[in-house]
């Protein structure tokens, strides 16, 4: 069983920067899949970044070139640095492990830009 935690989201002006964090329970060393989402108000959940086979990175359109997703496989956690920060970012963001077939998501963190 692995339990995630997000942290750092909060209020940023459109501009800047923020680096969200996702603290994993459990040994995420072997997950096959890593990822994190967002969903805005009425909308549906969508990929922003993710991380497969432990070296394969993905990013959404939309970040490409603002946004990194990292993992540090010894503290167990995933990170997303979101630079140049728009309000169309503005969404809760949810991380997520996949380990074999079993998904794990956290329960998110608010991020909200302001122009």
């Known amino acids: 069983q692995v339990q995630l935690v997000e942290s750092g989201g909060g209020l940023v002006q459109a501009g800047g920067s923020l680096r969200l964090s996702c603290a994993a329970s459990g040994n995420i060393f072997s997950a096959n899949y890593m990822g994190w989402y967002r969903q805005a108000p009425g909308k549906q959940r969508e990929l922003v970044a993710a991380?497969?086979?432990?070296?394969?990175?993905n990013y959404a359109d939309s970040v490409k070139g603002r946004f990194t997703i990292s993992r540090d496989n010894a503290k167990n956690t995933m990170y997303l640095q979101m630079n140049s920060l728009k309000p169309e970012d503005t969404a809760v963001y949810y991380c997520?492990?996949?380990?074999?077939?079993?998904?794990?998501w956290g329960q998110g963190t608010q991020v909200t830009v302001s122009s």
């Open positions: 997520t492990v996949h380990i074999i077939i079993t998904g794990y």
């Open positions: 991380i497969t086979s432990g070296v394969t990175t």
